[in-house]
């Protein structure tokens, strides 16, 4: 029951224009639409730089330098070397085992360590490591699939895949404050700054 009148409050609260006031419990976050990749750019950089860490843009193309500006990191290039090189030493390891430990054969006086025959298949596994680790870690590193997101509630967010750009400072953010956060948003000159519910 309290739940519902939580709701019901945050429906009812009005603002001034006529917007509706939603609490932190509903809101996911405040979404500035932007014109232009250097109006996001901009506004992704003040951002940081004022302490928001809880924040994602939204684009059309990828723009370079987006992620550092909105302070991400990207994991995956470390992740696939190490997955090769895992690869490409487990083959070695298995291939030597079998050669010279497990179950070594003399054939014709060459060498059990005949390096040059371990290649292709420690090459292979170096490929199909460094490959799927790639594959699932950037599915599952960016939250995919996620069939629904709470910046889906904006009408105006299909443009997000065409022509408009979008910063979105989500309500979990340590230093999110709703007036504040939207004047802030406001003086980066966008398009419009919407409230997104969850």
Request: a negative charge; one cysteine or more; proline letters at 7%.
């Amino acid at each position: 029951m309290r739940m519902r009148y939580d709701w019901e409050l945050s429906i009812c609260l009005m603002g001034f224009m006529g917007r509706v006031i939603m609490t932190n419990d509903s809101l996911h976050g405040l979404a500035a639409e932007f014109e232009t990749d250097a109006g996001l750019m901009r506004a992704a950089e003040q951002a940081y730089a004022l302490g928001y860490r809880k924040m994602d843009g939204y684009t059309p193309f990828p723009i370079e330098g987006l992620g550092k500006a909105l302070g991400k990191t990207n994991r995956i290039p470390l992740l696939v070397l190490l997955a090769g090189i895992l690869g490409g030493c487990s083959a070695y390891f298995m291939e030597w085992f079998a050669s010279v430990i497990s179950y070594p054969l003399n054939i014709g006086g060459r060498p059990l360590h005949s390096w040059p025959a371990f290649i292709p298949i420690t090459f292979e596994l170096t490929v199909l490591g460094a490959s799927l680790t790639a594959f699932f870690c950037s599915l599952g590193l960016s939250g995919l699939p996620q069939p629904y997101h709470p910046m889906f509630n904006l009408p105006e967010f299909e443009r997000a895949s065409q022509d408009r750009f979008f910063l979105c400072i989500e309500a979990a953010d340590p230093q999110f404050d709703t007036p504040r956060t939207r004047s802030f948003l406001e003086s980066l000159d966008p398009l419009t700054v919407k409230e997104v519910a969850k």
